[in-house]
């Protein structure tokens, strides 16, 4: 993999978890809902980790990271901040629209994942982000029952 397409792959995968920070942050200031506060904030602050996590990467494989790239990731930017502000959104509605975001980044994460040339520590990393990811999913998925 070139110096390029690593950087890519690491700014890709640094919008979507930038992103999903925003989103969550944004939610858990606006859910009553305890557990499911809580489990937000821990998710912001797992994924807060992470990107500090791929940036000391990058700059341990001299890749110089934009600043000022726009964040991309269409999930949490959209739908997470207006549903988090709508009184009116069942918590089953937004556990459930977290969980399909939440394969969205999942998405990303095995796209990374599935090429060949990804040096090896770095794959380490990402599959161990992969993993919380599952986790944070399964907790979501753990909470539906009691939002309903």
């Not at 937004?94 to 990303?108: A, H, M, P």
């Amino acid at each position: 993999m070139n110096q390029r397409d690593l950087k890519n792959t690491i700014e890709q995968i640094l919008d979507i978890c930038r992103d999903s920070v925003g989103g969550y942050k944004t939610a858990a200031k606006n859910i009553v809902y305890k557990d499911l506060k809580a489990l937000f904030v821990r998710i912001y602050q797992q994924r807060k980790l992470s990107i500090e996590e791929l940036k000391s990467t990058a700059l341990k494989l001299n890749i110089e990271l934009e600043t000022d790239r726009l964040v991309r990731g269409f999930f949490y930017r959209t739908w997470l901040p207006a549903t988090a502000n709508l009184a009116s959104m069942p918590n089953e509605k937004l556990v459930e629209q977290s969980v399909n975001g939440e394969q969205v980044v999942i998405d990303i994460y095995s796209k990374a994942l599935a090429n060949p040339g990804l040096p090896r520590y770095l794959r380490e990393i990402l599959g161990e982000h992969q993993h919380s990811i599952k986790v944070a999913i399964r907790q979501l998925n753990a909470l539906q029952p009691e939002v309903y």
